[in-house]
């Protein structure tokens, strides 16, 4: 990658650097939320910069960027959004451009509150990392048949609650709902207290199919127009009574948490890296070959209420055993179809060692240990007025990529 | 019910009579999707009629009910959908009403294609006939512990896939995907060879919940706008090799068919009856008291290529055992939202004689039994070509609530 230098100070030592340019949906104190484009501690407005004229020759309008979800905007395909973020990009790196003689175009991130980025019509969730249904088989059934039968020889997804997904800084409220205490011959009503986060990635479905039509894992890239941080709140004790024998359903779909900014996968390019070796043959739809992972470094902190943030687990998205090609040609192979806006997550991102487990689940391994965030605070599970963030970022030869963060705050159950 | 009378002869023995009115979305060649109210062979052009100002004083514009999903008119509530169907009811019985004055207001059904009713924003499948979900779990399971332990405690659900959502007419094509053949050691890649039908009934949210509000079983009521009929399709080879531990997915999500006109719950009132009584004392946010079933008579029928129609199956939705109101108040306890335009499917609806069997897996008990057609058909799961039918009455002194047909021909695999 050519080296690219901005004029826009804070993008040198920033997530949204001038090579990752995300798209999002902001709003300020003077306008409804329209989309925009990360740069540093700014946004560049493109309903603003269309209306100006000048994305028109890119037959981008500003009732397409005007809109509150990007659905629109990324239906136009790749070509149009990509001919927009390098032109953004381009104008960023030139002294002389729009985006410095019109400083209306550019918003502080301080003074701008971010929005759902897209309208989600299907949200599916995945498990495709080897280390969290090894860890969960472990616990749950048998530590020396950790995996199903079918793990290996499929990316296991189920479908998750649309609705009910959110957007970094809007609180979770601890959910209620049955739950069957130990020893007991009948369940009570109560809030859960095992509320615990999951680090996940997600990506956005960014051209639709048609139903009965197969994406082919060579052509998955063409359907995936960015990736997100997602956090997918599970309250483990609602979802161990609750889950036989469909699946997980009251115990998750209370609430999930995306990153605001949509990181392209063009962005995210240089980053790509091959995924672990297949353990057993696959059948042939199901094959990939080359570079599909992507080496992207993921935390999760606990900031307690008055105490002091503290990093509980570091992962890595390359550990995912099933990659992202792999998990859309596996959701299509029936011919069910995708469309844009969908969000396919990955399940939680566990790697090998312990302080990369990706849920509190298995860092406390089913509540029998402590974690330890201070001298004098310890969790199994969220307590009240936690705040968990998740981050993300990509770094390599002076480039960096990152999704910013996803931070919630745990409300008390009413 | 006082007695009605309307001028429209063919709704007098008709599942669109004087006292259903459903709403719908359909097209003719000169005119693109809008809003419609079923009666007889008929349908009243509900956006001609807001273009005629005459549901001006009612605040029903032309350009809530000109539009190809029906989600904002419900949104306007009930007073105002309530009221629009009381006005077309009235002017059906009355000689002298704008609806005679005013031709084309009615379009023959025959000359009108029907669409999706509403943008399903999340789709939901319960688990609620006792006999179903005993059925399969004496064939897949334990026939001594055929339920598990929750299943009498709560309403269990799953999420479903929207975006392949279709209604009757569409065709569905025989899935592709991973089966695990008896006795191998690993899985094929083949069309499904175990396609089912599921006979359900679904109900449409007309109101929104906010994020974090539980809907409690008194007030479910308000958040229903109607129910429709529900195929949901299944095929048992590929939900057998996949299901664990996260539930059905690819063996579902392929397509599901439901039936076109929305029929209100108000036009149901009169055929509302006490359900099953609870086995086990219910925790008290799913307590519900006096009738909240509804007696609808259900069959479903297969017509073959070249053959004759066959009813398989006889059952009604008076036997399911977890109710609306339960299940709605059960999907929101934890603080999930609805949103106007949502699907609660019910489940198969079996009833407790083998030929209520809501699916092939239970009519041939797992593919042990032949389901006899006909002098030369014989079925244990769908053949291509073959056309399934579902059917929706309700019936009592006179007054006749249909629900129309859901008809699907299943087409081979590509």
């Not at 019109?102 to 019509?121: N, S, T, Y």
């Not at 990392?129 to 048949?145: Q, W």
């Not at 004790?237 to 609750?242: H, L, S, T, Y």
């Not at 115990?251 to 990181?263: D, E, H, M, R, T």
Request: with cysteine; aromatic share 8%; net charge negative.
């Amino acid at each position: 990658m050519p080296s690219l230098n901005t004029w826009i100070s804070s993008a040198h030592d920033s997530d949204f650097s001038i090579y990752n340019l995300p798209f999002g949906i902001f709003s300020t104190s003077d306008r409804s939320p329209r989309a925009g484009i990360a740069i540093g501690d700014e946004i560049i407005d493109l309903y603003r910069l269309a209306g100006l004229g000048l994305l028109e020759d890119l037959s981008v309008h500003a009732s397409i960027v005007g809109q509150d979800h990007l659905n629109d905007f990324i239906r136009l395909g790749k070509k149009s959004t990509t001919a927009v973020r390098k032109r953004v990009q381009d104008w960023l790196c030139r002294e002389r451009s729009p985006l410095k003689r019109h400083p209306e175009l550019r918003v502080k991130q301080a003074d701008a509150r971010m929005h759902l980025p897209v309208r989600i019509g299907d949200y599916t969730d995945f498990y495709s990392s080897l280390e969290h249904a090894t860890n969960v088989g472990k616990m749950f059934r048998d530590p020396e048949n950790a995996l199903l039968p079918n793990w290996k020889h499929l990316p296991v997804a189920y479908h998750g609650r649309a609705s009910s997904i959110i957007t970094s800084g809007t609180p979770v409220r601890r959910p209620k709902g049955q739950i069957m205490p130990g020893g007991a011959d009948r369940p009570v009503y109560q809030p859960s207290e095992k509320l615990d986060f999951e680090l996940e990635m997600g990506f956005i479905i960014g051209r639709d199919s048609e139903l009965g039509e197969s994406v082919p894992v060579k052509k998955a890239a063409d359907y995936i127009f960015g990736l997100v941080l997602f956090n997918d709140w599970s309250a483990r004790d609602i979802q161990k009574w609750e889950y036989v024998p469909l699946g997980p359903f009251l115990g998750k779909n209370f609430a999930s948490s995306i990153s605001p900014w949509i990181v392209t996968l063009e962005a995210l390019e240089t980053f790509k890296v091959k995924g672990p070796e297949p353990e057993v043959p696959l059948l042939p739809y199901l094959k990939t070959t080359g570079k599909k992972n992507y080496d992207i470094e993921l935390s999760v902190s606990i900031h307690p209420q008055g105490g002091k943030e503290e990093i509980i687990c570091r992962s890595n998205a390359r550990h995912l055993y099933w990659n992202m090609a792999q998990q859309l040609a596996h959701h299509t192979v029936n011919g069910c179809n995708v469309q844009v806006g969908d969000l396919m997550a990955s399940g939680t991102i566990s790697g090998p060692e312990p302080d990369a487990y990706g849920s509190m689940l298995e860092l406390s391994w089913g509540g029998s240990q402590m974690i330890k965030l201070s001298e004098d605070q310890n969790r199994t599970f969220l307590e009240d007025h936690d705040t968990v963030i998740l981050r993300g970022r990509a770094e390599k030869e002076g480039i960096r990529i990152g999704f910013g963060e996803v931070r919630t705050e745990i409300l008390p159950a009413v």
